[in-house]
């Protein structure tokens, strides 16, 4: 068990947790940057006037009081003035186009990968403090549809280099959802989303109901909806069974062409992996185009660990509008799960991949030279703490995973690998451990030996 | 100018800035693991009631408060039940080693890299929330000297190999000045510390007055403080130019002979970056030990850049004590450093080394096939976010800086340097670019074109 918290919300990680954590933030950054995309980083604050426009989880927001500030400012809450943590990294990436739209290159491609917090109420069991990894292109005025297929694929890509399970990502298109809700006359487009998201929560039967009772759905309306919604599939038999119901418009042929349009490049890329699902109401309304929802396949109850969309106005100043595609990965809520049910573990804790023995204290000097030599050549290594006996300096090894124990000697240098036993001449200036030892790395769970 | 600031004390930078900032954390990562540090990150949080134990700091600790809260939490402190926002990576990594102190093996060396956040008023101009990279060893019960002799050499290493200028690393010894002052019979040896900390401000005179004044110092006495403040050098006639003030005792034997030791080794890995400085005294009232400061030559105006020592109680939990030794850098100060005087620049902002041209949008899926086929072999490649004329393209790349975009055709490709202007036939499944221009590097200013 790598995972430890002593306060609820708040995760942390043991030293072996933090390498698999480490290992799914460099192989993300590092699918983000073949793609493309810039890193950056914005500060943790917002000014709660920026916070408070996102309704949700605007509630969830935590203020920053300095301990030693008047009292009076407390109480009164100046949105202004008052600094909050951000909950997300889309509303401080959108203040960052705006602020900076002078000195950056459009369209704007760029990842981000930073802590965000929500005070939820503990008892919910969820983070308070959790690790986002995002994408977003974002245009000037303009933003290309090639966006809205390029994206869930980069991030499909990203998640299937981690030591996880396969994903599915699951795609709708406001555009198909609207369109179709028009043009059979269902007038309150967001009313109708809203009810369609509680299908799994409360059933077909209960969605028809609050379709007619709360959206002034007809008995026929509400039918239609819902045969839209039981649509899903991996290619353009999507478009075709929902024209098979009937209903035509211009936006929900542009929809169509679109989803299809996503179906068939990720076809190509990786068959499968994306899926149409037209159930997926979640976010449609804020976003104008596709949205995006990946699963863990395996460990469907964890929810969607990689979310997004099409923004037709991710920011806007008056006198631009900035159109947005972005997804974002739940890092932390995957990495509890990866440690929690051992999918995915360091084949050690520390980085070193050498024990350079210590005879005696006075020839401790010499030790570190060995280690000088081999860290040279980008060997990991670590001098033992004591001058005790070899054995004792073993366990040390032995206790922390490193392979290597370097022997210095008057006549010439051992290296032992403590896990045959194997003991053999070796010189600091030209020997290397092997490839699979140099650095600690992160193996997935033999899926047979779980079993 | 990659620095930039929409709310004062909360550091922003452009891409290009990030760049610098990620490679000169990638570049601490890298010396500490080498070392066999392993890297920890803790919560963001501590309870209050830990973060008021450090004196000084605890002042400017920023307090969380849920918007949604009762108001009547909003009032009064808690210190048990209040979370604050760390303003160091001490006080969580002493609390860190308390709480798993059963699943660690000692001595634990750790390195962490994180931001802290202080509310220091704004009208400072300092950092409100700023980026540290901390190492420490710390040990069960007892740790070793020799990692008094290591750490700062650790440090010295991680320095040098940024893209800054050289640095100095200063120290000093908590028993050279508790055995010097004791043997010359100023019992306050804090109130000793605290006046000779305020040389620079007050110079020697005003020293001896306040050692007069207000720790009880006979004239003698503090004309003898003085003369030990004054005492600085590289090797061991440091203890020789104290020992010929006169005064002796074991304390004060067992100190020099660590500082000696300290220089000693220090000349072996890089003579002159060590240097003893006997007026060190920040800091003297909690390290027990050694004490490091580091000065970057020619920016001595920005204080000390990495700072650490000696604490024989790390941590307590009553049954253990856990000493320890560790440095800290402040990352922010030095990156707006490099960046306000453009010590160090990248050579471009964005990851991509190629950008694949695209000849007409029906085209698009053509050029993405040569981008997958680059990245495959690690090439960070982007697509031309439009079918526009080339001439267009290739102003895309330029103003981004990637160096070469790729033309797809139907009798084979071609691939321009478009800073040479040369155009050569190039196959995506063998086409690589020079080394130097596969990722961004960051190039030091040569210092003889500053001047």
Not at 58 to 82: I, M, N, P, W
Not at 404 to 421: H, Q, T
């Amino acid at each position: 068990m790598a995972r430890t918290s002593s306060l609820s919300g708040f995760p942390e990680w043991l030293p072996d947790g933090r390498v698999v954590e480490q290992h799914v933030l460099d192989s993300l950054r590092r699918t983000f940057e073949l793609h493309g995309f810039a890193g950056i980083e914005t500060r943790a604050v917002e000014p709660l006037s920026q916070l408070l426009r996102k309704g949700e989880t605007s509630k969830e927001v935590y203020l920053l009081q300095r301990l030693q500030e008047e009292s009076d400012d407390a109480g009164e809450v100046d949105a202004e003035r008052r600094l909050g943590l951000h909950f997300d990294l889309t509303v401080p990436f959108a203040r960052y186009v705006l602020e900076h739209a002078g000195q950056l290159a459009f369209p704007f491609k760029r990842y981000q990968i930073q802590k965000v917090w929500r005070g939820e109420r503990p008892q919910d069991g969820r983070f308070r403090e959790f690790t986002q990894a995002d994408i977003d292109v974002v245009g000037a005025d303009t933003l290309p549809f090639h966006y809205e297929v390029e994206l869930p694929l980069v991030m499909a890509e990203a998640l299937t280099a981690l030591p996880i399970p396969p994903v599915r990502v699951s795609v709708n298109n406001r555009k198909v959802a609207q369109g179709f809700y028009e043009a059979i006359g269902l007038e309150d487009v967001e009313g109708t989303l809203r009810t369609i998201d509680k299908l799994d929560k409360v059933g077909p039967e209960g969605v028809a109901r609050l379709l007619m009772d709360e959206v002034g759905a007809t008995p026929e309306q509400a039918a239609h909806a819902l045969e839209l919604a039981d649509i899903s599939g991996t290619d353009a038999s999507v478009a075709d069974q929902v024209l098979a119901l009937g209903a035509r418009s211009p936006l929900l042929d542009e929809g169509l062409g679109e989803l299809v349009a996503l179906l068939e490049a990720a076809h190509e890329l990786s068959p499968g992996t994306v899926v149409a699902d037209l159930k997926i109401a979640r976010g449609l309304d804020y976003y104008t185009g596709s949205v995006y929802e990946t699963t863990l396949l395996g460990h469907e109850d964890l929810g969607s660990i990689c979310s997004g969309g099409r923004y037709d106005s991710l920011a806007s100043d008056g006198r631009r509008t900035y159109p947005g595609v972005g997804l974002s990965i739940g890092v932390s809520r995957l990495l509890a799960r990866l440690l929690r049910d051992d999918l995915a573990t360091a084949t050690r804790p520390v980085p070193s991949a050498v024990l350079v023995a210590v005879t005696d204290e006075e020839h401790r000097r010499g030790s570190d030279r060995v280690a000088r030599r081999l860290r040279a050549r980008g060997i990991p290594t670590d001098v033992a703490p004591v001058a005790a006996k070899y054995g004792k300096q073993i366990r040390y090894a032995d206790r922390r995973g490193i392979p290597f124990v370097w022997f210095p000697g008057a006549d010439g240098d051992e290296v032992k690998d403590i896990r045959s036993g194997e003991q053999v001449p070796a010189d600091a200036g030209t020997w290397a451990p092997p490839e699979n030892d140099l650095l600690p790395r992160v193996v997935r769970a033999d899926p047979a030996a779980a079993r």
